[in-house]
């Protein structure tokens, strides 16, 4: 059975920081990335890796967020600092066999998410 679990989440201060993990079990990926769902938005892309390491973010958090992967132990991270009140969501690790992207509808995979809160 594929599950993919995060944790980290909580509830911080604007211009602090948190580390979201996620580990996956059941079968290795060749993408695992992040997503995140505000109240009444639709879901949006925030960073993803692929095995080799290749990584792509979505332009809100350039700079500030970063995405790490240990194929070890088939977990992915997510660095965020700097954190602002619009990063306020919960976030999904997601993960896929062969697609490498910010299309959240191409990943075949998700964890049942994890709550950030950044208060202003």
């Known amino acids: 059975q594929v599950q993919l679990v995060e944790s980290g989440g909580g509830l911080v201060q604007a211009g602090g920081s948190l580390r979201l993990s996620c580990v996956a079990s059941g079968r290795t990926f060749y993408t695992m990335g992040w997503f995140r769902q505000a109240p009444g938005k639709e879901r949006e892309f925030v960073a993803t890796?692929?095995?080799?390491?290749?990584?792509y973010y979505a332009d809100s958090v350039k700079g500030r967020f970063t995405i790490s992967r240990d194929n070890a132990k088939n977990t992915v991270y997510l660095q965020m600092n700097s954190l602002k009140p619009e990063d306020t969501a919960v976030y999904y690790c997601?993960?896929?066999?062969?697609?490498?992207?910010?299309?959240?509808?191409?990943?075949?995979?998700w964890g049942q998410g994890t709550q950030v809160t950044v208060s202003s």
């Open positions: 997601a993960a896929d066999a062969t697609y490498y992207g910010g299309n959240y509808k191409n990943y075949n995979y």
């Open positions: 890796i692929s095995r080799s390491g290749s990584k």
